[in-house]
């Protein structure tokens, strides 16, 4: 499976393009890292690239079919999208949150099924969180809700998923389980996988891949640890960063250091 946005331009007004021939591809098992400056497109981008909003010109493909072109039910079987959670109020419980996940999969006027439900709670139990089945989101803290939301997005049983800013919000503990669960969800799962983020360390934790818009409409693309440098960093985000990898017991970590504005 490949899934691929072919130079994507978007603009509200002519003179001042958000996205400029935009271009990458992924497939099955990847996990795409999407970061930028505040404003330069990445919310943009995702919405863009899952037909949310129109490209002013190029196209999003799936398995080289213009999204355009598929009917919406088949689109949203597969492609899963997670908004950001911040403001988010919901009287639903876990479970019945995620069995909206297979709202594309139910039939107009029909039902869920005994098998849409245990979809919702396989989805649930993937990613450790059948305990909360019962209880309302809108008790819940705002990584329990993230991970609901996620889960709500796996019960679809999609190829994509696209997550907006998924760890944002969260303390320490909570943004570790959100980006071990995107990983374990494109290794074990296959699906491909892509996030924006405001963390490079976070794209270089789990992201093999990475695309970073300049806030100027283009972008750069390629393996992670190539586009993520002190030069692109500096061009991209107007930062000094230092970027060093540190040895804890037998596992590596990327660490990405600002330093002073330039």
């Not at 690239?49 to 009917?71: E, H, I, N, Q, T």
């Amino acid at each position: 499976m490949i899934f691929q946005v072919d130079r994507g331009s978007f603009f509200y007004t002519s003179d001042r393009p958000i996205l400029e021939k935009v271009s990458f591809a992924a497939g099955g098992g990847d996990v795409v890292a999407i970061l930028g400056p505040n404003g330069a497109g990445k919310t943009t981008l995702l919405r863009c690239m899952m037909g949310l909003l129109p490209w002013r010109s190029g196209a999003s493909f799936l398995d080289g079919v213009d999204l355009r072109s598929l009917p919406i039910r088949i689109l949203w079987q597969s492609l899963a999208y997670v908004p950001q959670v911040r403001g988010m109020v919901f009287s639903y419980t876990a479970e019945e949150m995620v069995l909206l996940g297979r709202s594309s999969r139910v039939g107009i006027l029909r039902q869920p099924s005994r098998e849409d439900e245990k979809k919702a709670w396989e989805a649930m139990e993937i990613l450790g969180i059948d305990s909360l089945r019962g209880i309302p989101c809108s008790r819940m803290s705002g990584g329990e809700l993230q991970m609901v939301l996620i889960a709500r997005a796996l019960a679809a049983e999609p190829r994509v998923l696209v997550l907006d800013e998924p760890e944002s919000n969260l303390d320490y503990k909570n943004q570790l389980v959100v980006l071990d669960a995107i990983k374990r969800l494109a290794e074990e799962k296959g699906l491909c996988v892509l996030f924006n983020t405001h963390y490079p360390a976070h794209a270089l934790r789990i992201a093999a891949m990475s695309l970073i818009l300049n806030g100027r409409g283009s972008c750069t693309f390629g393996k992670s640890s190539s586009v993520i440098t002190k030069e692109t960093m500096r061009s991209s985000f107007s930062v000094n960063v230092h970027i060093d990898r540190l040895q804890v017991d037998a596992d590596t970590y990327d660490l990405v250091l600002p330093l002073n504005v330039v």
